[in-house]
């Protein structure tokens, strides 16, 4: 499955999309505590999180691939890609933040959300444009989508869990497999097949982008996805003023105190 790509880039590719699942996550973990309008803002910032962890991993795992030489990414079928990720990763997100989150519901945002990163992968493959034709075994493309629904359920699972902390850390990092292996089960049934002289898949196809300027552009995402990290390590407030009435424990500012309790206060 790894063969011939950089192990350095592989292993890069597994940490972004686990630190992009822990920032998408930690947003979503907020929107049942925030009232109005305030909780669309945090699963728009969820779902954008986790679509860009989803994105970068995946063009940093094209990076360690030993693609050939002359390839060019389609800017078109790209940009497409990651809005294909975006919209659904915020479908599913909002299945499980909004509502009970029920077996059938989770399972189905489950389906939804691997069926994304599934979408997401392959719209990209076919933005790959150079002087060959890509081949894709059929087995592996099934297992590639099983792998991403099957670990994307039980990520949602642990995101549902009670533990605060933990839940977080298990189902980010659940996250991260769910993309990952999808992402290098596919590459490992796809081949590159010659074309014949004097041809060109895709030319005239629309703008295309070098894989160095691919690579700066992934830079500038992977400095994104460590900010929102870093962030969302900082401890909200407002979460933290909940913890005491969740526990069953009410909490009284000093000025709602009542007037004769304060007298007796005083007297004693």
Known sequence: MFEGHDPYLVALSVAIAILGGYTGFSLAARIRGTPGG????????????????????????MLAAP??????????????????????????LFFVSIGEPSLRRVA???????????????????????????EHDDAFVLLSVIVAMVTAYGGLRAFLAQQEGFRLV??????????????????????????????HQHLGGGL??????????VAVLCFVIAAGFLLSLVPDPRRQ????????????PADALVPETVAAAAVA
Request: aromatic share 8%; with cysteine.
């Open 38 to 61: 305030s909780n669309r803002i945090l699963l728009a910032g969820a779902a954008a999180f986790l679509a860009v962890g989803i994105w970068t991993m995946h063009f940093v795992g």
């Open 67 to 92: 693609l050939p030489p002359d390839t060019v990414y389609l800017v078109l079928p790209t940009i497409i890609s990651f809005l294909i990720c975006a919209l659904v990763v915020g479908i599913s």
């Open 108 to 134: 189905s945002s489950a389906v939804l959300l691997g069926a994304g990163i599934a979408s997401m992968h392959y719209v990209g493959i076919h933005g790959l444009s150079g002087r060959f034709m890509i």
């Open 170 to 199: 298990v189902s980010s990092i659940a996250f991260g497999v769910a993309v990952s292996g999808m992402h290098y089960t596919a590459m490992a049934g796809m081949h590159f097949a010659p074309l014949a002289a004097g041809t």
């Open 208 to 217: 295309a982008a070098s894989q160095q300027i691919l690579s700066i552009i």
């Open 241 to 252: 003023n909940l913890v005491p009435a969740m526990a069953g424990e009410v909490v009284l």
